[in-house]
């Protein structure tokens, strides 16, 4: 049995706190200051964080490498077993041509520049979020608005700044599942808080798309466009993190925003029917989804080498007749079969069937209890291998498949590929989530915790700078919750504030970081043929994360007082 301390060091919590830091330290230095490849930085993190456990904490070998296995098996299962299974749907969406039909499909909506911006990079990067994250919604989009003539630098401003409020659901609510694990916090009050921050932060998201697509005159002229997404968007997440399923919040929203969208351009399109393209009408530009740098798991997945988005700019209006009505509804199809399984998934008779092929048990040899004698919540791992939202997206590959007529040796193949492709990111987010366990068994976290309870009720403002900080390093909300919710948790309960908001927090401050990660960064720029510029990038759009991380911490400290304090959820 091992028995947590949180001063090992001569019972000094600086002290501790000191060395408590050095895994997260040698973490951020390499990632962020060495630029070493994530999943390199992250499995030599999980080594300081062991050596810090056994040699400074005390803690036995045996319980220091299983508290890792336990965290490394964690984020595989369920992790990237949802990430692997949705990124496998959108891969055999581009063998079968389909996803082709759906960007065509988008593009007839309108001519207008900046409803497209709306359209695409909020309303479908949120539902490519939704299902996958892992940096393909910045990928895909990009390559999607540079086929629509837009420069490739605005291209990925905008899809960057897009992907922003539908991340701490992404990839069917990882980043609050991983929460939940490592708080021991109930998931459906984590969501339901982080719910009521985020949809806040979504209502002007696209109205900054909009500037940066056609500055001031656009939001003069398209700023019903933006309200209309923003606040059915925002709503939309509200109603369905606190009240329906954590795993169709951003399904849902991303669906009434964009559906609300085409009907106001539909009824009472912009004042200017078509904003100047940035470029020439006869460029014929190939542009290719090429991408490495990681995502919402902080690894160096992207969406993989060259696929058939490759199309010469300002082809879509001229091949989009050639499309049928047979074609589009099976372009959207993947999306509904989706819906409609976790909907089926909701309703009560089924949700139990599921939930009675569950096992529960604690992680065989981990023996891990607090000062006070209690067994620490992290040794329990849960199994819930069918109702999973990974084994339920297997389901909806397979139907995928039939419908949409990919052969068995087609999809067999698309799926081998989405293996290769996350190859690094599979062993990035296991390490990441290693680490974070021997951090929070060992007591680490709580070392770490109890410094930043002595900042009292200020700690409420920090709060989201620490997740921003995390996803700007990591450039995963996931891996960001995973480093810092047992730390907020523990704060929170030093600094006698509400534990639920700050690590509601750390994931709703997270999201601002994604647009200034360097995997994000990367991404972007090899997804437009900047390798190398991701400077340049940066620049565009650091201004608009630190604007909306500042409001943030407003939010959050005012949810933390009176003024506002009803919008916190009860554990």
């Not at 002229?221 to 209309?228: C, G, K, M, Q």
């Not at 079969?337 to 976790?342: G, K």
Request: aromatic residues 8%; proline residues 5%.
């Amino acid at each position: 049995m091992y028995i947590q301390n949180d001063t090992p060091l001569g019972g000094s919590l600086v002290w501790s706190s000191l060395v408590a830091v050095l895994p997260l330290l040698t973490l951020f230095v390499l990632l962020g200051g060495l630029r070493v490849r994530a999943w390199l930085a992250s499995l030599i993190g999980l080594a300081v964080a062991l050596l810090v456990a056994i040699l400074a904490y005390g803690m036995p070998v045996s319980q220091a490498v299983l508290a890792g296995t336990e965290g490394a098996v964690f984020g595989f299962f369920p992790i990237l077993w949802i990430v692997i299974n949705a990124l496998w749907i959108y891969q055999m969406t581009v063998v079968s041509g389909h996803f082709d039909v759906l960007r065509r499909s988008f593009g007839s909506v309108s001519d207008d520049q900046r409803v497209q911006a709306v359209i695409i990079a909020f309303c479908f990067g949120a539902l490519l979020e939704a299902l996958a994250g892992f940096g393909t919604p910045v990928a895909i989009c990009t390559v999607m608005l540079i086929a629509l003539r837009f420069s490739p630098l605005k291209a990925a401003v905008v899809a960057l700044v897009a992907n922003t409020a539908p991340v701490a659901f992404g990839a069917i609510a990882v980043p609050i599942t991983t929460l939940a694990s490592v708080t021991g916090l109930p998931e459906e009050a984590l969501g339901a808080m982080v719910g009521r921050q985020t949809p806040i932060l979504a209502v002007f998201v696209p109205f900054v798309l909009v500037a940066l697509v056609d500055g001031a005159r656009g939001l003069r002229e398209t700023w019903p466009v933006a309200l209309v997404a923003g606040l059915v968007f925002g709503v939309a997440q509200y109603v369905t993190s606190n009240f329906i399923s954590l795993a169709l919040t951003d399904i849902v929203a991303a669906l009434l925003a964009a559906g609300a969208v085409v009907l106001l351009v539909r009824i009472r399109p912009p004042r200017r029917a078509e904003v100047p393209a940035d470029a020439p009408q006869d460029t014929r530009e190939t542009v290719s989804v090429s991408s490495g740098g990681g995502g919402d798991g902080g690894g160096d997945a992207g969406t993989g080498g060259s696929s058939s988005t490759d199309a010469p700019a300002g082809s879509d209006h001229d091949d989009h007749n050639l499309d049928t009505r047979r074609d589009v509804v099976l372009a959207y199809a993947p999306y509904l079969i989706i819906i409609l399984l976790f909907s089926i998934q909701q309703i009560p008779v089924v949700d139990d069937a599921l939930s009675a092929t569950t096992v529960k048990f604690n992680w065989p040899g981990l023996n891990v209890v607090t000062e006070a004698g209690k067994p620490v919540s992290t040794q329990a791992f849960t199994l819930n291998w069918l109702e999973s939202a990974g084994t339920i997206l297997l389901i909806a590959g397979i139907l995928t498949a039939l419908v949409l007529r990919v052969r068995p040796a087609a999809a067999v193949a698309a799926y081998g590929r989405t293996l290769v492709q996350l190859r690094t990111a599979i062993v990035t987010v296991m390490a990441v989530l290693a680490l974070a366990y021997v951090m929070n068994t060992s007591g680490q976290t709580l070392t770490l915790g109890g410094l930043l309870a002595g900042t009292g009720g200020f700690f409420a403002v920090l709060s989201p700078v620490l997740g921003w900080l995390g996803v700007a390093v990591t450039g995963s909300d996931t891996s960001a919750n995973s480093l810092f919710g047992a730390l907020q948790v523990t704060a929170a309960e030093g600094a006698g504030l509400d534990p639920i908001l700050l690590a509601a927090a750390n994931s709703s401050g997270g999201v601002l970081g994604k647009m200034i990660s360097p995997q994000n960064l990367a991404i972007a720029a090899s997804a437009v043929a900047m390798a190398g510029r991701e400077g340049e990038i940066l620049r565009k759009v650091l201004l608009w994360s630190i604007v909306f991380l500042a409001g943030m911490c407003v939010l959050v400290y005012l949810q933390s007082t009176p003024v506002l304090g009803w919008m916190v959820v009860s554990g």
